[in-house]
């Protein structure tokens, strides 16, 4: 039987959509998809507008600040790697643009997070010195 | 949309082991064969395969030549646990329209820890979720789950009782892994694993597969007299997916379910065999199917009995929460669980007026969301 790979933490592999998302995440900004035909803001990045299907869309800065929707703390973890972090307190932030947004919680107090809790965006370094994390705060 | 000419002929199970040497592939073959060899069908009358998995090799023609069949329609029914039930509607249309007249259906695994599970990257969960330490399905049904105790009170004592039920269920099956009484003090003592899932709120993985066999009215009445027909099913993938605030505790199931009792009323059906990758998500379809309220099922579940002998029978088999979760067998199990039942063969928990049955399926997470697939059927026996 194959010994089981040793992996490390993953990394996004940066694609033609989402590029401006992590250069914006490297220099502290966190960046939004807004459809220049209907308006909509969207999160996840896509190559299309989930509501016109419009196709030309612009990046805007959010303002880095949401509310906690739910939150879990996550004690095994899907890779390995991140075992040694855990407990990991993943988050659903609602930004205040109106998207979700899937992220870990870090930093003074997270402990004592409940429903509903004001966070704010902060950009956590990885082993690539390309690539910063948006993580949330407590507020 | 009711269907008119379309029955369920046969079902195989392979034995669930916790690991196993032998192939997915050995798996197929083995729950195949069996299906064939309970309905008295020859190989050569197999005009359609679908094949449901998230191992490899996962291509229907790859699969069909390992097995040496010749055939008229294949299909990857790769919905994730929402497979099951879509490959039925799927060969159900084609027999409709005259393509086949038989068709066998097979989702499994072969589960081993220690080879790396590998899936086609989809990008916005390697690159939004993986990268954060996520715990996978365990820490998407706990965002749900905290969401809905927290919103309508529903307690870990209420989604216990499910848990219990199925365990009891799984007593007299012989395929369930889990076949010792569960308590309540065992759920709520169980390991924790992504607050506030525990242990025994989520499915085991495992080894095995699920078949099933769906003819034409026609060949069916060739086949058996223990005649089992496809009424009415309906799907909906990625429900809310173009709303940025999605409420989570909600699943496509409810338009589902709407489709559905257009065609059977909700009062008509004798026993659920509902997805059940964790207790909550049985939870939430017994309200998305409204039999219930929005926010009631907690309460609902305290009022009615699900065991095989109860009032409002769900799992009849144990489910994947005591069977075991063999990959996307785990679409199937319900569905074959569904036949047993109507054809009275479910020895030891047979439900004792089994006319009809609603299966559902439910698969795939996406972002900040809830599922990505799910799907519903019902299943009922006529002379």
């Known amino acids: ?139 | 949309m009711r269907r008119r000419k379309v029955c369920f002929v046969s079902y195989g199970s392979t034995e669930y082991s916790r690991k196993s040497e032998a192939s997915v592939l050995t798996h197929y073959a083995d729950a195949i064969r069996q299906a064939l060899e309970r309905a008295g069908i020859s190989k050569k009358e197999i005009q359609g395969l679908s094949i449901t998995t998230q191992a490899s090799p996962d291509f229907s023609p790859h699969v069909a030549e390992q097995l040496g069949l010749e055939l008229d329609w294949v299909l990857n029914g790769d919905y994730g646990g929402a497979g099951g039930v879509m490959s039925v509607r799927r060969a159900a249309d084609a027999i409709e329209a005259g393509h086949i007249d038989l068709a066998v259906l097979v989702g499994g695994n072969s589960f081993d820890r220690s080879t790396p599970h590998q899936r086609p990257l989809e990008y916005q969960r390697a690159n939004y979720v993986d990268v954060y330490g996520y715990g996978g399905p365990n820490s998407l049904m706990a965002l749900i789950q905290r969401l809905h105790m927290e919103r309508f009170g529903t307690t870990l004592e209420q989604l216990g009782r499910i848990a219990i039920a199925q365990r009891e269920n799984a007593l007299n099956n012989p395929q369930a892994l889990f076949r010792q009484p569960m308590t309540m003090k065992d759920y709520l003592e169980s390991r924790m694993i992504s607050d506030p899932i525990r242990l025994f709120d989520c499915v085991m993985p495992c080894s095995g597969a699920e078949c099933v066999v769906l003819a034409s009215e026609e060949k069916a009445r060739s086949i058996t007299d223990k005649l089992v027909y496809l009424v009415t099913d309906a799907e909906k993938v990625h429900y809310q997916v173009a709303e940025m605030i999605p409420d989570k505790t909600t699943f496509g199931i409810k338009v589902v379910g709407e489709r559905l009792f257009r065609e059977v009323r909700r009062e008509e059906i004798d026993l659920f065999e509902i997805y059940d990758d964790y207790p909550i998500a049985v939870l939430i379809q017994i309200e998305d199917l409204g039999y219930c309220a929005k926010g009631e099922g907690g309460r609902f579940v305290e009022g009615h009995d699900l065991t095989w002998h109860g009032d409002f029978p769900v799992n009849t088999g144990g489910g994947q929460l005591s069977v075991g979760q063999a990959g996307l067998a785990g679409g199937f199990l319900h569905i074959v669980e569904a036949l047993r039942q109507l054809r009275g063969e479910a020895e030891g928990h047979q439900v004792k007026k089994a006319e009809r049955a609603l299966v559902t399926g439910i698969g795939w997470l996406n972002y900040g969301r809830n599922l990505g697939t799910t799907a519903g059927l019902i299943m009922e026996r006529r002379q």
């Not at chain 1, 993943?90 to 809790?117: F, Q, T």
Request: charged share 25%; hydrophobic share 40%; with cysteine.
């Open chain 1, 1 to 139: 039987m194959a010994e089981a790979t040793r992996t490390a933490r993953s990394l996004p592999k940066i694609n033609p959509v989402d590029r401006p998302y992590w250069e914006g995440a490297a220099a502290g900004r966190l960046l939004l998809q807004r459809c220049n035909r209907c308006g909509k803001v969207q999160f996840f990045p896509r190559p299309v507008c989930v509501e016109c299907f419009g196709g030309d869309l612009a990046w805007i800065q959010a303002k880095g600040s949401g509310t906690i929707h739910s939150f879990t703390w996550v004690r095994v973890p899907r890779n390995p790697a991140f075992k040694d972090e855990t407990p990991i307190c993943y988050v659903n932030v609602i930004l205040d643009e109106g998207v979700i947004m899937e992220s870990r919680l870090v930093g003074a107090g997270c402990e004592r997070v409940k429903l509903g809790d004001r966070v704010r965006v902060a950009f956590q370094e990885t082993s690539s010195p390309e690539i910063k994390l948006p993580v949330f705060e407590l507020a």
